[in-house]
C-alpha cells in the first residue's frame, strides 16, 4: 500500500471521528509497519474509470463509475485479476448493456 493511500485512509477516520488529528502520523506508521509490511493490496478508484473511458472517447459517470468498480470487485477472474482489459471490457458492458 503507498504511503498516500494508508494517508488517506487515516484522514477519512480523522473526519469520522475515530482517531484524533494528533494521532493520525502515529496512525499511519503503524498500519505501515505492522500491516501493510507483509500485505500488498492493487487499488482502483472512480478516477481510473473515468479517465480510462475518456481515452476511449467514452463518457462514464461517477454512478456509472461506481457500479463498474463493484462489477469488477465482485465478478473479476482471479487467475486474470483486474487489469484494464477487464476494466475496459466492463466498462463497455455497461454502456452497453
Not at 16 to 45: N, P, V, Y
Not at 58 to 82: P, W
Amino acid at each position: 500500500m503507498h504511503n498516500y493511500q494508508i494517508r488517506d485512509q487515516i484522514e477519512i477516520l480523522v473526519e469520522g471521528g475515530f482517531i484524533k488529528k494528533t494521532d493520525s502520523e502515529k496512525a499511519q506508521k503503524l498500519l505501515k509497519k505492522k500491516f501493510w509490511t507483509d500485505r500488498i493490496a492493487s487499488t482502483w478508484c472512480i478516477e481510473d474509470i473515468i479517465d480510462r473511458a475518456k481515452e476511449q472517447d467514452k463518457k462514464v459517470t461517477v454512478k456509472q463509475a461506481r457500479k463498474i468498480l463493484q462489477d469488477i470487485s465482485h465478478g473479476h477472474d482471479a487467475e486474470i485479476g483486474i487489469n484494464w482489459d477487464v476494466i475496459d471490457c466492463v466498462t463497455d458492458m455497461e454502456l452497453n448493456p
